[in-house]
């Protein structure tokens, strides 16, 4: 059975940061990608930052030079460093794995940043 435990969501001011984890378990197929999307209230789900099995990255424009996406291999984890945050990035985080041709999401974590 796939999971994928999350932690790490919080309420922080803007400006502070917060770190989300992601450990992924009981994936049979090869890890292709993992990364983060978050949805906020009224809009559709983005893409907030994923990294490759090679080790590229992509970032979603608006958190480009404040959010890190990094993953420990080994144990199938990814991570997002998200520093000066804005309360625009208000939302819920949802961790990705794209293994094979199939997508798995975690169950969302509320960050929640306060003007």
């Known amino acids: 059975q796939v999971q994928l435990v999350e932690s790490g969501g919080g309420l922080v001011q803007a400006g502070g940061s917060l770190r989300l984890s992601c450990a992924a378990s009981?994936?049979?197929?090869?890890?292709?990608?993992m990364g983060w999307y978050r949805q906020a209230p009224g809009k559709q789900r983005e893409l907030v930052a994923r990294?490759?099995?090679?080790?590229?990255?992509n970032y979603a424009d608006s958190v480009k030079g404040r959010f890190t996406v990094s993953r420990d291999s080994a144990n199938n984890t990814v991570y997002l460093q998200m520093n000066s945050l804005k309360p625009e990035d208000t939302a819920v985080y949802y961790c990705?794995?794209?293994?094979?041709?199939?997508?798995?999401w975690g169950q969302g974590t509320q960050v929640t940043v306060s003007s």
């Open positions: 990705n794995v794209l293994a094979g041709l199939v997508n798995y």
């Open positions: 009981g994936i049979r197929f090869r890890i292709n990608a």
């Open positions: 990294i490759f099995s090679g080790g590229s990255t």
